[in-house]
């Protein structure tokens, strides 16, 4: 595995610690459809990242993540309370630590994954009646190999 896929394996265990019983859906772009109309459901795609060269043969990635927890309105008039309470418990369930470590709050924590990690944006929307949609787009920004370095020309 690499760092890009232990950062979305760790964040899906950390949302499935902080929502239990809810279903985690991944793909892109547009769920509508995909879940059955069951609610409520947490939806997670990864957005394209960006990679610099930061000194032979070391990549800096910058790999966002997008989150949304979808559920039935409770009062249509308190939209944006609801929206806040989950986007809320988003951000505790995943901001755990500074450097998004594997496995953080197990007896044996696995390494950093992230040199840094931060809530960019949130949004809140009603895409269809009395349907909630919070979302959270986090970024995480860490470094991986570059594969072409050849370490005999340096």
């Known amino acids: 595995m690499n760092k890009r896929e232990d950062i ?4 899906k265990r950390r949302l499935s610690l902080g929502f239990p019983n809810i279903p985690l859906i ?6 509508w ?8 459901v947490i939806h997670l795609f990864e957005l394209p990242s960006s990679r610099n060269l930061i000194k ?3 990549y800096e990635i ?6 949304e927890f979808v559920n039935k309105l409770n009062k249509q008039d308190a939209c944006n309370t609801e929206g806040r309470a ?9 901001e755990l630590d500074e450097r998004f470590t594997k496995e953080k709050n197990l007896k044996t924590q696995g390494l950093d994954l992230a040199v840094r990690y931060f809530c960019g944006a949130d949004e809140i929307a009603t895409p269809l009646p009395n349907i909630l ?7 995480f ?4 190999t570059f594969y072409g370095y050849e370490s005999s020309k340096h």
Do not use: C, R
């Open 8 to 11: 979305i394996i760790e964040l």
């Open 26 to 31: 991944e793909g892109t772009g547009n769920i």
């Open 33 to 40: 459809g995909l879940w059955d109309k069951k609610l409520p």
């Open 56 to 58: 032979p043969g070391l």
């Open 62 to 67: 910058d790999l966002q993540v997008q989150i």
């Open 86 to 94: 989950k986007i809320a418990a988003m951000q505790q369930t995943i």
């Open 133 to 139: 949609d919070s979302a959270v787009l986090y970024i």
């Open 141 to 144: 920004k860490f470094t991986d």
